[in-house]
């Protein structure tokens, strides 16, 4: 028979009956977790839909120990030549996808220096799926299968002819051919029975798996080395368990593999991946990830040098890198950290693929075949991961599941009742569900768990059920359903050992505002697990990978306002930015720049020497809502603060919103802080409730520390009496020059210039500025007041531009008071009260006797005196430059330090 004599002999046609089951029994067995290189830690295996996800992983763990000695036994017994000599290789579909790509492992084989190599092949890319679908279609007796086996020899044929000539391709198409003409016969008999058992359909599909074998190992051969092919179903044997996977019978393997290789010994072999049989020579598949793990038993078994899985990605990385554009590919993970992150969703080895080659202590390294120039990710033993990584690596990676619902069962009939869990978890079990973490306080009044979202009906229905009369007698008060979760894992080997990973990873969440609705440590210590909101997943996984793999502190910044003093904090920043990063960890990136009319967005943030240039050339329409959402959420920092450098109202109206959505506000602009009373007081009660900060300094003073001053004063428990001050940097300016036969409007022209103005300078002549002060100042101290409280004189004109080209009309009236004083030895000044004791504010122009402080004053000085019960006599006086584009760009910065600061950065 043609398939017959294309494989090995010794195969029996696929058995239709019942295959004989012969499973490692390893439920409900305590054993050592022997590896962990530690104290005896012992963990209960127990009934395997209670243990998580992957419950198979957990038993694996059981199966190692049992499997262990037998696969001693096979590797003493197999004669071929071990050791350091063999590396092993394993290509998957997609590197053996094109002609090209064969050719390119080929010489990837070709160029390893190895003594000895084994090359695990996958089937051609899609040809697996394809052979299924023949399948398929056979058993559906739909006729098309017999076109679909074409389509599949038509592309072996295509690829072998590009690769190889003469004999060898002869040699190859023969095989094809008589191969194909079985397989029709074949599917034609399954056509007929309108039916495959799964041994046929492990039969048909393995031929990817022969032809991709065949044809590299002929390519190599093209070299001229020696090259043998191994079908690996004449070596591998392995048990089917009931769980979808199978169990290698290593001893059999061992002895299959000694008879193959005394027949066909070649420093070079290419096996194919995925195909096994069963004892019975009935052909069989290794499940999912089979040519992974075809790589490592033989790994095993060969006790080789290395295993090196080629694949299209540089390594394993840190975290998602869909997620997290940021994430790093990590040079080396231990096989338990390999682990812990396929468990939980990481594009790694699947577990079992790790068990025969960490026995031996084999390192595999994860490699991209399309970028040979990455180094790769290795998994190998705890002992040769290094030191060099230093405490931050003590977290490896973080990894995600979604569609999770958590359930409580809570109650205080729960406490001392031996077997409640037991019958929780039961009950679960019932209905199929898979639980995938459990979280109990030791009060035991409750016990939480997270079940896939599909499953959580129906276990909170069984859990109603069973515990029915434990409800009406009120033993247990609920059974909740949270939805919409996920779980965020931090992995580590070196978290067992580290103090303060835990401390630092619920700090990095703390800051980003995520709440944890529930925790869960294994006391393997190589994950902690926590459960978040669905829609904070991607926040709470960029927030703890920025903690442990960015800078320190990560901030991404939306400027808004990029006049006199947003400009010139851009500009600040771009000279500081690079110092930050390197000396305090700070990572400050300016993802959006808006005026009123354009608007700068950038992913990885704004170029910051161009950014003038980039916002006239290539801004697009301002738009705030799109303009907020890139910033605070397209992206992978964590953090986020919008900077508010306009003086509008209407901007500083969102302030509320954006600190109630995490979003931390740094601003210059009075508006908030001296509008309306009772939306003030609604920003402030959400900001001390919240971790989102909202800092203000610039907003008196500019940058001399006014508002900390006061801040400090107050909550250290001194009592503040009066606030005294020159509060205005223009008006400060303009009586500080307005001297000899000087214009007043000349001199208020030069404030203008100076940039000490307000964007409308009425807001600086009519006093307005000065009232929104005292008002800022007042509520800070702790007084109700609204603006409209505070008399100032209110100017009649149209416009700025009106009033600047109208200001000569004040030149007389001003330089009548102004001689005034003078004439009794005193200067006017402009200044603004809170009087805190008789809760009311006042701005006024006073006069001042030539010796006072307040008349000692030079350019845009303020002078602030603060009273208080411990200044009393002799009040707190901070005096300095209070306005201007560098000192307000100043204040302004040093609040986001402040920000930055809070959030983790080292003070
Ligand atoms: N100058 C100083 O010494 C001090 C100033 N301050 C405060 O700093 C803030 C800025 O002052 P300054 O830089 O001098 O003012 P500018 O007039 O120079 O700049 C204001 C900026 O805000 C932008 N803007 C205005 N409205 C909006 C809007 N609705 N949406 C987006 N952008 C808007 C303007 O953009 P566009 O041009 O596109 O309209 C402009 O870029 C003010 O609140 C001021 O009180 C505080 C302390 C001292
Ligand atoms: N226009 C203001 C600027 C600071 O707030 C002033 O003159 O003080
Ligand atoms: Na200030």
New binding site residues.
Partial sequence: MAFASSLSPSYSVPSLSPKPRNSITTLNKIYPFSFLHRAPIFRVSCSSQLQGRDSSNFNLFASVNSADVLLDDAVEQVRVPKGDTWSIHKFGGTCVGTSERIQNVANIVVRDESQRKLVVVSAMSKVTDMMYDLIHKAQARDDSYVTAMDAVLEKHQLTASDLLKGDDLNKFLARLHEDVNNLKAMLRAIYIAGHATESFSDFVAGHGELWSAELLSAVIRKSGLKCACMDTRDVLVVNPTSSDQVDPDYVESGRRLDKWYSKNSSDIIVATGFIASTPENIPTTLKRDGSDFSAAIMGALFKARQVTIWTDVDGVYSADPRKVSEAVVLNKLSYQEAWEMSYFGANVLHPRTIIPVMKYDIPIVIRNIFNLSALGTTICRPADLGSEDGLESAVKGFATIDNLALVNVEGTGMAGVPGTSSAIFGAVKDVGANVIMISQASSEHSVCFAVPEKEVRAVAAALESRFREALSAGRLSQIAVIPNCSILAAVGQKMASTPGVSATLFNALAMANINIRAIAQGCSEYNVTVVVKREDCVKALRAVHSRFYLSRTAIAMGIIGPGLIGGTFLDQLKEQAAVLKEKSNIDLRVLGVTGSKTMLLSDMGVELSTWRDQLEENGEKADMQKFVQHVHSNHFIPNTVIVDCTADSSIASHYHEWLRRGIHVVT?N?KANSGPLEQYLKLRTLQRQSYTHYFYE?????GLPIISTLQGLLETGDKILQIEGI???????IFNNFEGARAFSEVVKE?KEAG???PD?R??LSGT??AR?VIILARESGLKLELSDIPIQSLDVASAEEFMEQLHKYDQDLAKQRQEAEATGEVLRYVGVVDVVNQKGTVELRRYKKEHPFAQLSG?D?IIAFSTRRYEKQPLIVRGP???AEV?AGGVFSDVLRLASYLGAPS
């Fill in positions: 210059p009075k610039a907003t008196v003073g500019a509060f205005s940097g223009t008006l400060s300016y404030a000490y103005t307000e300078p807001d600086d500025d000065v002060k845009s303020n209070g306005a201007g307000t």
